[in-house]
């Protein structure tokens, strides 16, 4: 685009309305594991409706979504499959974690599970709760839209300050190999 | 059209273990004095022997495998000790054998040849204490990953010792194909899950295809393993109540009463009237809501996804009744060890008679949407079928147990809480597939309905809402600011926890799924020694290869949603 | 192992039935028919929408929230003597009896000789914690309670521990939000007067601020 048009009219304006088009209409891939993912299947149903912030559309392949919700408890076993799933969504991407469990491992404090899904994959925005309510998700999933506005925000501020953009990919530089 | 079958004779007329007792030689035999059930210690040789006469003699008849556990007693001479469970549908009677065995020697037989449903218990077995089960045909770890060392359940073994799993180490499945047929190229071996909508997130179905039809198949579990048995072990018996909850999550209160009561069984104590008549109405609701669930969540692997919003609109109203009363709508931790939380609010009544009201018109909707719905008969009805008698040697029990004309209810055959003091039937069908196990989870709401609308009009039980027991319950926030005995006990209460006498107990009730059972084994210090779930849903998953080879693909998903497998109880 | 395993089965034999017998479409099933019944259910549901006989079922969050009741277990809070200073003991019965192991004291003397301590730093670990309550029953000071505020989200680990400040925070600290907390009689004024010992935070804050300009 910008090699097309250079910093024109044309760019910027489609930027703003790539940023309000991305920001209004996560597509969750649901990692649904355990007792989080019920309630996840209850922020979809009729009561909450996640629809309303233009999430409805949930997509269980990688390659079309952008928010992966991790939701339940991720174990040892499980691990790895995370870990391809994330690779395989494509830029850009965010991570909401939901629950105890995917955030930290909750109570369990144990052999076969994993003490947080940060130790494979970044995340962005952790709902606490066990599980969270179907509105606590959606909380956070507002507060992911916020925070993808300002990294947005940030990114514009560097690019203008004459950095190369490859290297702030915004909300997850750093650790996903970690 | 359903029939309702009378629950299972409660006589034993014709019922005598010594007539197989008998046949093996003196002292390969000992019963367990003090025991809660009847239980004989059994020499490893006889056990297969033994194990096969008791199914097949006519005086005693165990036909149905309900539970196998391992116990580590690292003092003893004999560490382990393997725990059967067994009971026997026609006499409604229940034996428990158990084996010891030495470190150095550690096997045990295997029973597979006798009942199917020991298999995936079998490899727990293994995974879990490191016992080699001779003649398993495919001992494997079977929870924890491949890349695991050591055996967790072990007394030994650290609780918080976890194993890194990499990619090379990820199981691969082996298929005995029938040989023969030359055409390998029109087979396709196809990988379904652990992360896919179908297999519920947690479950891998691998299976050979040969056009649409399943030849073969295989599953791998193990995806949620949360370590439920070592965690209680590491904590007290009270703190073991959220834990509880995630067992089966869709029906959380139900197992927070199985396990209560077998605390409390241990300890002699008895939930007050008030306790028992609301642990009875909330189990029922949440037994609702765990059929409401499953069947529409089978309807949404069917296509059917309109169902799926009225069944889930009955389910939110349902945890709004279970938050007012204990603040949390899934994980509930409702109840404690003598009783309940807290106080009933005082609109309970009110809120359980508005929810009476208003279920069963969702449920009519949806029975009018598809319980005549040609495209849902024709994807269910004999889909998946599997004959009463297989499914009881399969250890089925519970719901799907009843959709193959098994009248097996726990509240029936073993009556808790209320349940004899009211009227209700048990529903069977006799389809034994995805379609009556469907309708069987409809007529049981309405079972539910019933019990719940006798215990309300009964009116709600005076008194207090958990015992008044300082050794059990923690006292009121009251007492403990006026009286100092109080608060040292509420103090003492805390720091050393609930002291379990010790012994064993087993206790179980019809959860959603099945016969819900929890052993239980104090060794007099605070915490459980050790503490087993019998998860209903574990033998009736292990079926779920049999039941779709020679199915089409398409099936085997609405087979997976029929059985209403919880991951959470699974593999614990 | 010296036995060997049997290699024959014999088939059970019971009372199980040992055929299934499926259900069986009759003709007026199999004409399809009964699906317009099912769709009648659907338009109803349709219309019944459309012109709002139905209540709507969906709740506007954030506009618009659920009525959690006052057992509600969300966020904590930690509650006040009058004058505003915390009214925990630091005792640690909440740290023994939380199943998670998610909070954090550390005691300290307090300045005042009636009470023999405080907790100089107090900390629980949001995404550790289950929001069991059992801190709650723990406390014999009635300290600690649970608000019935859920909106919480963390960018960072770190932000999820909350220490003292944050659990004594006065937006949490609306009656309509107060959540899962002991239970006593309602009639009883001297214990309900002590819950809102809870709300003498806000006044003392609204007072140090009116002091400070
Ligand atoms: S956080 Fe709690 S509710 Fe969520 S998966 Fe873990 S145990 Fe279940
Ligand atoms: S609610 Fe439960 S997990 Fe959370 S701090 Fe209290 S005791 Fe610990
Ligand atoms: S139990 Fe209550 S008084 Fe004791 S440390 Fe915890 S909050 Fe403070």
Redesign the interface.
């Given at each position: 685009m910008n090699k097309m048009f250079g910093e024109s009219w044309v760019t910027t304006t489609f930027e703003t309305l790539e940023d309000w088009a991305q920001r209004n209409s996560f597509w969750p891939f649901p990692f649904g594991t355990a007792c989080c993912a019920i309630e996840f299947m209850g922020t979809v149903s009729s009561h909450y409706d996640v629809s309303r912030f233009g999430s409805e559309v949930v997509r269980f392949s990688p390659r079309q979504s952008d928010v992966l919700l991790v939701a339940g408890t991720i174990n040892d076993k499980m691990a790895p499959v995370l870990k391809k799933i994330y690779d395989q969504m494509a830029e850009p991407r965010w991570v909401i974690s939901m629950g105890a469990c995917a955030c930290s491992g909750g109570f369990y404090r144990s052999y076969h599970v994993m003490q947080g899904i940060d130790e494979i994959i970044p995340v962005d925005v952790y709902v606490p709760g066990c599980p969270p309510t179907p509105e606590g998700l959606i909380y956070g999933i507002l507060q992911l839209k916020e925070k993808v506005v300002r990294d947005r925000k940030k990114l514009a501020a560097r690019s203008a300050q004459g950095r190369p953009e490859k290297e702030t990919t915004g909300a997850h530089a750093g650790s996903a190999t970690a | 059209m359903p029939t309702l079958a009378p629950p299972p004779p409660e006589t034993r007329v014709g019922y005598d273990l010594d007539a197989v007792r008998a046949k093996f030689p003196a002292g390969s035999i000992t019963t367990q004095e003090g025991a809660p059930w009847p239980t004989w210690i059994v020499r490893r040789e006889i056990l297969v022997d033994l194990a096969r006469e008791l199914r097949d003699n006519p005086a005693t008849r165990l036909d149905l495998f309900v539970d196998l556990f391992g116990v580590d007693y690292p003092d003893r001479a004999e560490r382990f000790e393997v725990v059967y469970n067994l009971y026997s549908l026609p006499f409604h009677a229940r034996l428990f054998l158990k084996v010891a065995v030495r470190e150095d020697d550690a096997v045990v037989p295997s029973l597979v040849k006798i009942w199917k449903g020991v298999d995936w218990f079998e490899r727990e077995l293994y995974d879990m204490f490191g016992l080699h089960v001779e003649g398993h045909p495919h001992l494997r770890r079977i929870l924890c990953h491949e890349g695991f060392q050591g055996h967790p359940l072990r007394k030994d073994y650290d609780a918080a010792r976890r194993w890194i799993l990499t990619e090379d180490k990820i199981y691969k499945p082996h298929f005995d194909l029938p040989d023969g047929e030359d055409d390998l190229f029109e087979r396709m071996t196809i990988n379904i899950g652990p992360s896919h909508p179908a297999m519920h997130g947690t479950f891998r179905l691998m299976a050979v295809l040969d056009g649409e039809t399943i030849i073969a198949s295989d599953i791998e579990i193990g995806y949620l393993h949360r370590c439920f048995e070592k965690m209680a072990e590491t904590h007290n018996w009270q703190q073991v109540i959220p834990y509880t909850d995630r067992l089966n999550y869709c029906s959380a209160f139900i197992n927070n009463v199985g396990y209560c009561k077998t605390v409390e069984k241990m300890l002699g104590v008895e939930a007050p009237p008030k306790a028992v008549w609301a642990r009875t109405i909330l189990s029922e609701f949440s037994r609702i809501m765990d059929h409401c669930v499953c069947n529409g969540t089978t309807l949404v692997d069917a296509g059917a996804l309109t169902n799926f919003w009225y069944m889930f609109q009955i389910r939110e109203e349902i945890y709004g009744l279970l938050e007012s009363v204990c603040g949390a709508r899934l994980t509930v931790s409702a109840c404690r060890i003598g009783g309940l939380i807290q106080n009933l609010p005082p609109d309970f009544e009110a809120r359980c008679r508005t929810l009476l009201t208003m279920i069963p018109p969702f449920i009519k909707d949806v029975e009018d949407l598809v319980d005549k719905n040609r495209i849902w008969l024709d994807r269910s009805v004999g889909i998946a079928s599997i004959t009463g008698a297989e499914a009881v040697n399969w250890g089925w029990t519970g719901p799907c147990l009843r959709a193959s004309g098994v009248a097996y209810d726990v509240r029936k055959a073993y009556p808790y809480d209320l349940y004899d003091t009211v009227e209700w039937e048990v529903p069977v069908l006799y389809g034994g597939d995805v379609y009556d196990r469907y309708r069987i989870r409809m007529l049981e709401i309405r079972q539910s309905l019933s019990i719940i609308r006798q215990l309300l009009d009964r009116g709600m039980p005076e008194g207090p809402h958990i015992v008044d027991d300082p050794h059990v319950a923690l006292p009121s926030k009251d007492a403990c600011y006026n009286q100092m005995e109080a608060m040292i006990y509420h103090f003492k209460l805390i720091m050393d926890g609930i002291q379990v006498p010790a012994g064993e107990a087993y206790t179980m009730v019809e959860g959603a799924n099945g016969e819900l059972g929890f052993y239980a084994i104090s060794d007099g210090t605070g915490k459980p020694y050790r503490l087993h779930c019998r998860p209903p849903c574990f033998p009736i998953f292990s079926t779920f290869p049999q039941l779709i080879n020679g199915g089409s693909l398409s099936d085997s998903i609405v087979s997976l949603g029929g059985l209403n497998v919880i991951a959470g109880e699974l593999e614990r | 192992?010296?036995?060997p395993?049997?290699?024959?089965?014999?088939?059970?034999?019971?009372?199980?039935?040992?055929?299934?017998?499926?259900?069986r479409?009759s003709l007026?099933?199999?004409?399809?028919l009964?699906?317009l019944?099912?769709m009648?259910?659907?338009i109803r549901?349709f219309f019944k929408n459309i012109f709002g006989l139905n209540k709507s079922?969906?709740?506007?969050?954030?506009e618009e929230?659920?009525d959690?009741?006052h057992?509600?277990?969300g966020h904590h809070i930690l509650t006040t003597r009058p004058d505003g200073s915390v009214r925990c003991v630091a005792c640690f019965?909440c740290a023994?009896?939380c199943?998670?192991?998610?909070i954090h004291i550390e005691a300290g003397e307090h300045p005042d000789v009636n009470i023999e301590k405080y907790p100089v730093v107090y900390e629980i670990?949001?995404?550790?914690?289950?929001?069991?309550?059992?801190c709650v029953?723990?406390c014999?000071e009635?300290a600690i309670i649970?608000s019935n505020n859920?909106?919480?989200?963390?960018?960072?680990?770190d932000q999820?521990i909350v220490g003292k400040s944050d659990l004594m925070k006065p937006y949490t600290f609306d009656e309509n939000l107060l959540?899962?907390r002991?239970?006593?009689?309602e009639e009883?004024v001297k214990?309900a007067q002590m819950r809102r010992g809870a709300f003498d935070l806000v006044a003392a804050a609204k007072q140090a601020q009116a002091n400070g300009g």
């Open positions: - | - | 192992m010296s036995q395993i049997a290699q024959t089965t014999t088939p059970v034999a019971g009372p199980h039935p040992t055929e299934t017998r499926p259900y479409q007026y099933e199999k004409s399809y009964p699906l019944g099912g009648l259910v659907t549901h079922y969906t709740i506007e969050y954030p929230r659920r959690y009741s057992r509600f277990r019965l023994q009896n199943p998670a192991e998610c670990d949001m995404l550790r914690c289950v929001f069991c309550g059992y029953d723990a014999p009635e649970m859920y909106d919480m989200a963390y960018f960072t680990r999820s959540g899962y002991p239970s006593f009689p009883d214990r």
